[in-house]
């Protein structure tokens, strides 16, 4: 009976433990954020670009492994290739329009990536038009920040994560006929994320 009693409370403890695992939330980190994409230019080569404003936040849970509440906003004004003719031509209707659409975001709910390793499936959304897409990533670090962010050395999560969709899809359908500009957008995405 004593034997039974002890076998029912180590169930009742990891049960308990199990439920009360906590979601950490994370903050990414603006300065340790990079945003990158490559498209094809009329066959001859990929032109590589970048957002450089974005901000964003999501939930972890490092026992269960599940990532939730994810929320990334880019700033479509930022849009920057290096080249300022070209950046401006970017910005217009013909593809971003930023004066209409100043952001693009995604959002994802509940991932399990016990379940579906590597994988976050959420939504895109980009000129008022929401499509599914799916970030394939890699937790490449979860550890204290070996330099101090005020008084203190912060938890920090570091991920690299790709993804890829057609522009079409959200009616950017500038140069497509003549194939002078890609169709698919291949996403870059590396950044790190403070643990609140």
């Keep these: 009976m004593q034997k039974l009693r002890y076998i029912l409370f ?3 403890i990891s049960s308990s433990t199990t439920i009360l695992a906590e979601d950490d939330l994370y903050i ?4 340790h954020l990079s945003i990158g994409f490559l498209v094809d230019h009329a066959g001859y080569a990929r032109t590589l670009g970048m957002f450089t404003k974005a901000r964003g936040s999501f939930k972890y849970n490092e026992e ?8 990334i906003i880019i700033d479509t004004n930022s849009v920057f290739t290096n080249h300022d003719k070209r950046d401006s031509h ?18 994802a709910d509940m991932n399990n990536l016990k379940s579906n390793p590597g994988k976050i499936k ?32 912060p938890m920090v ?6 993804a890829s969709f057609k522009r079409s899809d959200f009616g950017m359908n500038y140069a497509l006929k003549k ?7 291949d996403l ?4 790190e994320a403070r643990q609140e």
Excluded: C, H, W
Aim: no cysteine; net charge neutral; proline share 5%.
């Design 10 to 12: 180590f169930i009742l």
């Design 28 to 31: 990414l980190d603006e300065t």
């Design 64 to 71: 269960n492994r599940t990532v939730s509440d994810v929320e």
């Design 90 to 107: 970017l910005k217009s209707p013909d593809f971003l329009n930023v004066q209409k659409y100043p952001t693009m975001t995604f959002k």
């Design 122 to 153: 959420g939504d895109l959304t980009l000129l008022g038009i929401t499509k599914p897409l799916i970030l394939n990533t890699k937790i490449n670090k979860i550890d204290t920040y070996p330099f101090r962010v005020g008084l203190s050395k």
């Design 157 to 162: 999560m570091g991920v690299s994560a790709t």
């Design 179 to 185: 194939n002078l500009v890609g169709d698919q957008i």
């Design 188 to 191: 870059i995405i590396e950044f």
